[in-house]
């Protein structure tokens, strides 16, 4: 399937896939590594720790789908709903 490889988008090749996702991760490590080297003025206590936006984030990213996973729950429907 030579024909293939040309009429795929770029995003849906591997080898494009692979280089975003490692060229993310270095540049998210770097905006990290950079809290070395700007000083931090916290407003409250804990904001001044190193690397606290970035973990920040994350909590705050995973209680995001974890909510929406309990909304999912909480507003499924059957396969047939419509289908009565």
Do not use: Q
Not at 40 to 67: H, K, P, Q, R
Request: net charge positive.
């Amino acid at each position: 399937m030579n024909g293939d490889k040309e009429t795929r988008h770029w995003l849906t090749r591997p080898r494009a896939i692979r280089r975003l996702s490692i060229g993310g991760g270095v540049i998210l490590a770097g905006l990290v590594l950079a809290d070395f080297f700007v000083p931090a003025y916290s407003s409250f206590g804990v904001d001044g720790t190193f690397g606290f936006y970035a973990w920040y984030g994350l909590i705050g990213c995973m209680a995001m789908v974890l909510v929406a996973k309990g909304l999912g729950l909480l507003l499924n429907r059957r396969d047939d709903y419509y289908d009565d």
